[in-house]
């Protein structure tokens, strides 16, 4: 089937930088949309930003907590979805997940189905 993989988590001092990477690998037909969700301790998953590829042009959106702080880039060339995390500050501590809408070959015939990655965690602290 489909496998996402996320690196880059890890523990940054706040104004610090991280970016996420999510590599997708299977039998991959297409990718519409990938997107980072996050879960803070205690706290329900949200969405933080969504990049859709159409006609070659991608458009996102962002959670309005990080929009100008946060930004969402794809490869799809190497089916790679990338979170670019500027001034980063305590409360964007969490469990980051890359999902991805992904069209595939299975068997005799494509599907489309929601793909999620394992979680990667960013910890944001002095």
């Known amino acids: 089937q489909v496998q996402l993989v996320e690196s880059g988590g890890g523990l940054v001092q706040p104004g610090g930088s991280l970016r996420l990477s999510c590599a997708a690998s299977?039998?991959?037909?297409?990718?519409?949309?990938m997107a980072w969700y996050r879960q803070p301790p205690g706290k329900q998953r949200e969405l933080v930003a969504r990049?859709?590829?159409?006609?070659?042009?991608?458009?996102?959106s962002y959670a309005e907590s990080v929009r100008g702080r946060f930004t969402i880039s794809r490869d799809n060339a190497k089916n790679t979805v990338y979170l670019q995390m500027n001034s980063l500050a305590a409360e964007d501590t969490a469990d980051y997940y890359c999902h991805a809408h992904v069209t595939y070959y299975a068997g005799h015939a494509y599907r489309s189905d929601d793909f999620w990655g394992q979680g990667t965690q960013v910890t944001v602290s002095s």
């Open positions: 299977g039998n991959i037909f297409s990718i519409n949309t």
């Open positions: 990049i859709t590829s159409h006609s070659n042009t991608n458009y996102t």
